[in-house]
């Protein structure tokens, strides 16, 4: 065996002050030889940490191998026996926290670049093998019917599952493309939505039905699909979509978004293309995102990239705190973004148009940890200062939409409106025939803690309807 | 792909659409909306309904030329198809025998509110309906609306026919006479606005059907926030009626103008590219 390598190959970005004017991919992902190269790095270790620290049991090692025997196919193989979606896995995941966090390597050195080279393989794969070799044998249908509401994550991964299995799957989605937040939430330089669309497909290639502009709950309810339309199972992933306020003054002015408005015109209505896309969105010059999680970030870099002079994160507690990827506010700052630590607003202050043009803020410090483990921020008295600004976004997190509970009889939900199942490993609701997973289980949470609800839902489903 | 099944011209600038809609046309109800997107760059906009056929599966809706979308729509042709109609959108207008409801339409509105004044009838109700529009030539559906209801008024701003005046008259007549128990407005915000303002002395319950701006119409952006009794809603989900009496009517006016120059922008563009 070659001699251990502790660092792991670089991905090439592009560069910050380019970026931050467009909305082309910011991570470049590897050439073939740095592929290569990453992936003999891996020891093949006897015991597989790795493996464990993926929440949908991706077969690491074995696809590695495959890639350092330059096998590609194989290697696109062994990824899509666990995970429908692993070109954008790769990309969004936070490896550093899951399969990158247990693999041995990263005792003495930087962990295998687990995610980058599920991306690269991913990415090979849809560039080069045509459709037809892709297309897997499916058993010979059972006849049972199943209905997935939503096409997230959750939704896909639970459809393709089925699918897989030999069941007929529709799945229902309310927006006018499939994908959830991977559509309208993450932005274009985080992954391209052509990537989505063409895994997208790729679970239609399995035979399962996508219709779109379908609210359940509106156009027909959980209990019809059931009782009248003849499915044997649901499946519900409709998400957490329904954005939180402040409740400070203000918050109602113009130019006050939510950051599911400013995402969703800006990446599902493609308002960086106005006025050919026809969605507005008021860029603003000085721009607030209130927040510092992953959405955060993400508004923040699309504001960025929109044409502001001036983006602030503004977030109560400290840097160590912030729940964004490090390696998101890493390039958010490299990008010019101004971080606003230990602040929080008092309120939001208007012209005579009702436009917002400032904001008053609170400095805070740290105080004693609440629930969650972390210090509580404190309202520092008489702290009080002004910043100017002309657009703010509201990036402060969602809960699950009401509408499926409240047309569901027989569900049963939190006070945080999230649904509850009874067994964590198969979704099961304590309705018959209804499962769900995601985050309208979980509250905002991962990609791919969505995929790998929506997987075990869909192993459940399928053992239900066998008897 | 949904194909427009029959489209007419009401009046100059007013259009109605009929939609091959079937599962929409399955559930929905009155005082409902759906949202519709002409093709792959065009904008999500909010109609309410007009009309259904749950046998033939379509859904009628009635649009108001004002900028682009609604200009663009007006060029589609019957067999012509759009990409994306979603629905039924909102709570439905609730239907319950008050006694003497008074239903007060300007404008398209003369169009949505007659499914309303219909089942209202149907529940028991004696339904008096104000119809109002600026002049005799943007007046359409007189007799729908006269069948839908007991009795029908008619007002033009500039007098060419019907009563003379705005559509806040009659109403204030008939509430100063007495026996009323409801009123319902739906038209532009301004106009519900001051019926609300007029009935309001007269503690009568006023309905309105608000049209903030909305993008994906379910709850999820909060761009349609109002502020009803000085509680912040979404109006496509926890509306659109509301309480007229309590609805912060300043604030959605303003809110209505937060895309001008961009609306603008996009508006002279799509004349400049049709010669229009
Ligand atoms: C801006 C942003 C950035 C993020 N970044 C990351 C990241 O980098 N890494 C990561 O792992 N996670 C990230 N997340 C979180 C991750 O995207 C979510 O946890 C994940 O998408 C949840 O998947 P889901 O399938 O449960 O729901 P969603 O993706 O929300 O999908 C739910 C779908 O259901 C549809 N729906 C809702 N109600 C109905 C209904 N009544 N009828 C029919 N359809 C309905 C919705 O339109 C939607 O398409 C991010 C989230 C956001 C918002
Ligand atoms: C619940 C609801 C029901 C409605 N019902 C009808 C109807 O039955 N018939 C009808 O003609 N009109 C109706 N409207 C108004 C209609 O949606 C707008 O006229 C249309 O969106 C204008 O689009 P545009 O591109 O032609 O004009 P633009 O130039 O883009 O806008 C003109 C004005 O319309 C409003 N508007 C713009 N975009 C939107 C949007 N996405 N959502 C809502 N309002 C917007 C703004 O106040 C704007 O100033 C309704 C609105 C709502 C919210
Ligand atoms: S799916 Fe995510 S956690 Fe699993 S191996 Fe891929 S990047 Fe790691
Ligand atoms: S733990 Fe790391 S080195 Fe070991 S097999 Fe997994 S990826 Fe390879
Ligand atoms: S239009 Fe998005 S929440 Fe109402």
């Given at each position: 065996m070659a001699k251990l390598n502790l660092n792991r190959v670089d991905m090439p970005r592009q560069d910050p002050k380019v970026r931050a004017h467009n909305f082309d991919e910011v991570a470049l992902g590897y050439s073939p030889e740095q592929a290569k190269e990453e992936a003999?790095?891996?020891?093949?270790?006897?015991?597989?940490?790795?493996?464990?620290?993926?929440?949908?049991?991706?077969?690491?090692?074995?696809?590695?191998?495959?890639?350092?025997?330059?096998?590609?196919?194989?290697?696109?193989?062994?990824?899509?026996?666990?995970?429908?979606?692993p070109a954008i896995c790769g990309r969004v995941c936070p490896q550093e926290t899951q399969c990158e966090a247990t693999c041995s390597i990263g005792k003495k050195g930087a962990p295998i670049a687990i995610g980058r080279l599920e991306r690269f393989v991913a990415d090979w794969e849809r560039d080069n093998m045509p459709a037809d070799s892709q297309s897997v044998t499916l058993p010979p249908?059972?006849?049972?019917?199943?209905?997935?509401?939503?096409?997230?994550?959750?939704?896909?991964?639970?459809?393709?599952?089925?699918?897989?299995?030999?069941?007929?799957?529709?799945?229902?989605?309310?927006?006018?493309?499939?994908?959830?937040?991977?559509?309208?939430?993450?932005?274009?330089?985080?992954?391209?939505?052509?990537?989505?669309?063409?895994?997208?497909?790729?679970?239609?290639?399995?035979?399962?039905?996508?219709?779109?502009?379908?609210?359940?709950?509106?156009?027909?309810?959980?209990?019809?699909?059931?009782?009248?339309?003849?499915?044997?199972?649901?499946?519900?992933?409709?998400?957490?979509?329904?954005?939180?306020?402040?409740?400070?003054?203000?918050?109602?002015?113009?130019?006050?978004?939510?950051?599911?408005?400013?995402?969703?015109?800006?990446?599902?209505?493609?308002?960086?293309?106005?006025?050919?896309?026809?969605?507005?969105?008021?860029?603003?010059?000085?721009?607030?995102?209130?927040?510092?999680?992953?959405?955060?970030?993400?508004?923040?870099?699309?504001?960025?990239?929109?044409?502001?002079?001036?983006?602030?994160?503004?977030?109560?507690?400290?840097?160590?705190?912030?729940?964004?990827?490090?390696?998101?506010?890493?390039?958010?700052?490299?990008?010019?973004?101004?971080?606003?630590?230990?602040?929080?607003?008092?309120?939001?202050?208007?012209?005579?148009?009702?436009?917002?043009?400032?904001?008053?803020?609170?400095?805070?410090?740290?105080?004693?940890?609440?629930?969650?483990?972390?210090?509580?921020?404190?309202?520092?008295?008489?702290?009080?200062?002004?910043?100017?600004?002309?657009?703010?976004?509201?990036?402060?997190?969602?809960?699950?939409?009401?509408?499926?509970?409240?047309?569901?009889?027989?569900?049963?939900?939190?006070?945080?409106?999230?649904?509850?199942?009874?067994d964590e490993a198969t979704g099961r609701t304590v309705k018959d025939r209804v499962w769900a997973g995601g985050d309208i289980v979980t509250g905002a949470a991962t990609v791919i803690s969505a995929m790998g609800a929506g997987k075990r839902a869909a192993a459940d489903i399928d053992a239900f309807l066998r008897g | 792909m949904y194909?427009?099944?029959?489209?007419?011209?009401?009046?100059?600038?007013?259009?109605?659409?009929?939609?091959?809609?079937?599962?929409?046309?399955?559930?929905?109800?009155?005082?409902?909306?759906?949202?519709?997107?002409?093709?792959?760059?065009?904008?999500?906009?909010?109609?309410?309904?007009?009309?259904?056929?749950?046998?033939?599966?379509?859904?009628?809706?009635?649009?108001?030329?004002?900028?682009?979308?609604?200009?663009?729509?007006?060029?589609l042709s019957t067999g012509d198809t759009i990409t994306d109609f979603v629905g039924p959108l909102g709570v439905p207008t609730h239907i319950d025998n008050y006694g003497t409801v008074v239903c007060v339409a300007g404008g398209f509105a003369i169009a949505v509110i007659r499914p309303i004044a219909r089942a209202l009838k149907a529940a028991g109700n004696r339904v008096i309906s104000i119809m109002g529009a600026r002049s005799k030539d943007l007046l359409f559906w007189e007799e729908e609306l006269r069948q839908a209801s007991s009795e029908l008024i008619i007002n033009t701003d500039d007098g060419s026919y019907g009563r003379h005046g705005l559509v806040t008259e009659p109403l204030k007549e008939l509430l100063e006479q007495g026996g009323i128990d409801r009123v319902i407005a739906i038209g532009p915000s301004i106009m519900m606005k001051f019926c609300a303002k007029t009935s309001e002395p007269f503690g009568v319950n006023t309905g309105v059907s608000l049209n903030p701006i909305m993008v994906d119409g379910t709850g999820m952006c909060g761009c349609c926030r109002v502020s009803v009794n000085g509680v912040t809603k979404f109006a496509c989900v926890d509306g659109p009626d509301f309480d007229g009496h309590q609805v912060d009517w300043d604030l959605l006016l303003a809110r209505q103008r937060s895309y001008l120059d961009e609306e603008k922008l996009s508006f002279d563009q799509w004349r400049a590219k049709h010669g229009v």
């Amino acid at each position: 065996m070659a001699k251990l390598n502790l660092n792991r190959v670089d991905m090439p970005r592009q560069d910050p002050k380019v970026r931050a004017h467009n909305f082309d991919e910011v991570a470049l992902g590897y050439s073939p030889e740095q592929a290569k190269e990453e992936a003999t790095r891996c020891i093949q270790c006897p015991k597989r940490p790795c493996i464990a620290g993926c929440p949908v049991d991706i077969d690491i090692p074995e696809f590695i191998k495959a890639m350092s025997a330059g096998d590609l196919p194989e290697a696109a193989r062994v990824l899509k026996d666990r995970n429908a979606l692993p070109a954008i896995c790769g990309r969004v995941c936070p490896q550093e926290t899951q399969c990158e966090a247990t693999c041995s390597i990263g005792k003495k050195g930087a962990p295998i670049a687990i995610g980058r080279l599920e991306r690269f393989v991913a990415d090979w794969e849809r560039d080069n093998m045509p459709a037809d070799s892709q297309s897997v044998t499916l058993p010979p249908p059972t006849g049972k019917r199943v209905a997935v509401v939503g096409s997230g994550p959750a939704g896909l991964s639970a459809a393709a599952e089925v699918a897989r299995l030999g069941h007929d799957v529709t799945v229902f989605e309310a927006l006018h493309v499939a994908g959830g937040v991977l559509m309208y939430g993450i932005p274009e330089f985080r992954l391209p939505k052509a990537i989505v669309q063409a895994e997208v497909e790729y679970v239609s290639s399995l035979g399962v039905k996508i219709e779109l502009d379908s609210v359940v709950g509106k156009m027909m309810t959980t209990d019809e699909l059931l009782n009248e339309e003849g499915y044997d199972a649901v499946f519900l992933g409709t998400g957490a979509g329904l954005p939180m306020f402040m409740n400070v003054p203000g918050e109602n002015l113009n130019g006050v978004y939510s950051a599911n408005e400013f995402l969703t015109r800006v990446n599902l209505m493609k308002a960086y293309l106005f006025p050919q896309y026809d969605t507005p969105v008021s860029v603003g010059k000085r721009v607030a995102v209130i927040g510092g999680g992953n959405v955060a970030m993400d508004s923040a870099r699309c504001a960025l990239r929109l044409g502001a002079d001036k983006v602030y994160i503004i977030y109560r507690r400290s840097e160590e705190e912030m729940p964004a990827r490090r390696e998101e506010a890493e390039n958010a700052q490299e990008e010019g973004i101004e971080f606003k630590l230990l602040t929080n607003p008092k309120q939001f202050l208007g012209n005579d148009q009702n436009w917002v043009v400032g904001m008053e803020c609170y400095q805070m410090e740290l105080g004693e940890p609440d629930d969650s483990g972390r210090r509580r921020p404190v309202v520092k008295e008489g702290s009080e200062f002004n910043i100017d600004v002309d657009v703010v976004i509201v990036a402060l997190g969602t809960t699950p939409n009401p509408l499926i509970a409240a047309t569901t009889p027989g569900l049963d939900t939190t006070r945080w409106g999230t649904v509850v199942v009874t067994d964590e490993a198969t979704g099961r609701t304590v309705k018959d025939r209804v499962w769900a997973g995601g985050d309208i289980v979980t509250g905002a949470a991962t990609v791919i803690s969505a995929m790998g609800a929506g997987k075990r839902a869909a192993a459940d489903i399928d053992a239900f309807l066998r008897g | 792909m949904y194909k427009i099944l029959q489209k007419q011209d009401l009046v100059p600038h007013v259009h109605l659409f009929k939609i091959d809609a079937p599962r929409v046309a399955q559930k929905v109800q009155p005082g409902q909306f759906i949202v519709l997107r002409i093709d792959e760059e065009g904008e999500r906009i909010p109609l309410t309904v007009a009309g259904w056929d749950r046998e033939e599966g379509s859904v009628t809706v009635v649009v108001m030329e004002v900028g682009t979308t609604t200009h663009r729509l007006g060029m589609l042709s019957t067999g012509d198809t759009i990409t994306d109609f979603v629905g039924p959108l909102g709570v439905p207008t609730h239907i319950d025998n008050y006694g003497t409801v008074v239903c007060v339409a300007g404008g398209f509105a003369i169009a949505v509110i007659r499914p309303i004044a219909r089942a209202l009838k149907a529940a028991g109700n004696r339904v008096i309906s104000i119809m109002g529009a600026r002049s005799k030539d943007l007046l359409f559906w007189e007799e729908e609306l006269r069948q839908a209801s007991s009795e029908l008024i008619i007002n033009t701003d500039d007098g060419s026919y019907g009563r003379h005046g705005l559509v806040t008259e009659p109403l204030k007549e008939l509430l100063e006479q007495g026996g009323i128990d409801r009123v319902i407005a739906i038209g532009p915000s301004i106009m519900m606005k001051f019926c609300a303002k007029t009935s309001e002395p007269f503690g009568v319950n006023t309905g309105v059907s608000l049209n903030p701006i909305m993008v994906d119409g379910t709850g999820m952006c909060g761009c349609c926030r109002v502020s009803v009794n000085g509680v912040t809603k979404f109006a496509c989900v926890d509306g659109p009626d509301f309480d007229g009496h309590q609805v912060d009517w300043d604030l959605l006016l303003a809110r209505q103008r937060s895309y001008l120059d961009e609306e603008k922008l996009s508006f002279d563009q799509w004349r400049a590219k049709h010669g229009v």
